[in-house]
């Protein structure tokens, strides 16, 4: 697949503002003064080493945490403060409770569950992503019964299915094979397509392939530091973050 298909809008508009964050817990600083701007059709790449604090800058970008300093806004086309955006989320595979009572079906379909998903032939939605991913043979089974990469394949189709503004993939490598991971590839360059300024944050420790799609390149380790490399690859341990 071509890269230029996922880099192909890219403005200098924010669509989320992090400002100054920090997050503690139980007074153990994890974050510290970490300020990013997200721009409309931003793919940015992040890494970094375990326990450095990248899994809670994401549920701080979520609003599922709130920061011990700083602010995370969200800004609408027309630069002003917005409550809330469409955002897709595909969640480590550990924190998911495989035994919860929900087929693959319903969990792809949660994904249109929110204020500002479309409401447009939610049927033909999710027919069509359990088929791209493969699952539709699937579609009644209770996530229980899945093996890890295809429960990973279930969010993530729950995470896409709304074509969202923001798109936010922690670790979405994880039990996914080599089929499913070019796979998933050309499902982000077909998000892009139907909304060219939709934003990607994604973490992962394989940057191989992900390092050439992204424009942008972080490092978060408690901190976080911009990588400056002309050939986009990508490691947390990088002097001076000079990758």
């Known amino acids: 697949m071509s890269h230029s298909i996922i880099q192909q809008t ?3 508009t924010p669509v989320i503002r992090i400002s100054s964050v920090g997050m503690a817990f139980d007074r153990k600083e994890v974050l510290s003064d970490i300020t990013l701007d997200v721009n409309r059709g931003d793919f940015i790449a992040i890494t970094g080493p375990n326990g450095g604090g990248k899994t809670t800058l994401l549920r701080l970008i979520l609003k ?8 995370v806004e969200y800004i609408d086309g027309n630069g002003d403060l917005f409550p809330r955006l469409s955002i897709g989320y595909l969640p480590q595979k550990s924190s998911v409770d495989s035994r919860f009572p929900i087929t693959v079906e319903e969990v792809v379909r949660l994904g249109l569950m929110g204020p500002e998903a479309p409401k447009d032939d939610i049927d033909g939605r999710v027919a069509s992503m359990l088929s791209e991913l493969e699952l539709e043979w699937k579609a009644s089974s209770p996530i229980g019964l899945l093996s890890g990469g295809q429960l990973q394949r279930a969010l993530l ?9 923001v798109v936010v993939l922690d670790e979405p490598l994880s039990y996914l094979d080599k089929h499913f991971e070019r796979k998933l590839y050309q499902m982000l360059g077909l998000v892009r397509e139907r909304r060219p300024q939709t934003s990607i944050l994604l973490v992962s420790h394989e940057m191989s392939e992900i390092a050439g799609m992204a424009n942008r390149h972080v490092v978060v380790d408690h901190t976080l530091h911009v990588c400056h490399s002309a050939t ?3 490691h947390y341990d990088c002097e001076d973050c000079m990758c």
């Open 232 to 234: 986009h690859m990508v």
């Open 10 to 12: 890219i403005d200098s």
């Open 157 to 165: 189709g729950r995470a896409l299915v709304a074509d969202p503004e």
């Open 64 to 71: 599922l945490l709130k920061p011990t300093s700083g602010s």
